[in-house]
């Protein structure tokens, strides 16, 4: 009962005090200081201007302050939001670290850098923690591109493990008195059977453009020409680029000479 009036209370509006909770082709929106207005009131309230005092506390409130979504929702979404940004980022596992200590630090300062972005007094701060945020990115890029290549793999890992350990606990617990030989099968299983028939492959983390590159050519005998043609191109082409190049070059350095001299 307390929680019937709870949802009345939520769909009453504080302008008309009307309750659409009979209603709900009406929707009841949710100000920024938390207070309920119906769409027809907001429409009518904010028709002059886009600003105006809440119905309910009198505090400035504009239109576009308002969410189907209490305060509450918002800041939860608000928060998983960060979440993922920061732990796409910092996405380390344990098998990364030497000791367990070590892994445990690196989760406390992931979670002590998503409070601080959470629970920042000021916009400077927020600003300053996502500068810190984005050099370890360009520190480690090529561990983070290796992590999101390794993503889906371990997501499956962890699907399967879920769906092994609750069909093995619906087996012996919540299956017909019938059938506690073990022939039950819970009903995942059964939803994610394409899934587990058709595991994701590791992509390979993109190459460093420093690594070797396979000759364009294909692999054929490698001979005096080819060699000299880098791997397949024609010769000339090679030589219209070396020029190219050259000049390039030539024209820079003579241009900076200038400059320094002037």
Request: charged share 25%.
């Amino acid at each position: 009962q307390a929680s019937a009036q709870r949802v009345r209370t939520m769909s009453k509006c504080s302008a008309c005090h009307v309750d659409y909770f009979h209603n709900p082709s009406v929707r009841v929106l949710f100000s920024a200081c938390d207070h309920r207005v119906c769409e027809p009131c907001l429409t009518r309230l904010f028709k002059r201007g886009r600003a105006y005092p809440c119905p309910a506390c009198g505090k400035n409130a504009k239109a576009e302050d308002f969410s189907d979504q209490p305060q509450e929702a918002r800041r939860v979404e608000s928060e998983s939001k960060i979440r993922r940004q920061v732990c796409d980022i910092y996405c380390k596992s344990e098998q990364d670290f030497a000791t367990s200590d070590e892994y445990n630090n690196y989760l406390e300062e992931r979670e002590d850098i998503i409070d601080r972005l959470l629970n920042a007094a000021t916009s400077g701060a927020v600003q300053e923690t996502w500068r810190c945020i984005n050099r370890y990115r360009e520190e480690n890029a090529a561990q983070i591109l290796r992590a999101q290549s390794l993503q889906p793999s371990r997501k499956f890992q962890k699907i399967r493990s879920i769906i092994d350990t609750e069909g093995s606990f619906f087996s012996q617990v919540n299956c017909e008195w019938g059938e506690r030989s073990g022939t039950a099968q819970h009903q995942f299983q059964e939803r994610y059977r394409d899934l587990l028939a058709n595991p994701p492959q590791a992509e390979a983390a993109p190459a460093s453009p420093a690594a070797p590159q396979p000759l364009l050519g294909g692999y054929a005998p490698a001979d005096r020409t080819r060699q000299m043609s880098g791997g397949g191109q024609p010769l000339d082409s090679c030589i219209q680029k070396a020029r190219h190049f050259f000049f390039s070059e030539f024209a820079a350095a003579t241009t900076r000479a200038a400059i320094a001299t002037t």
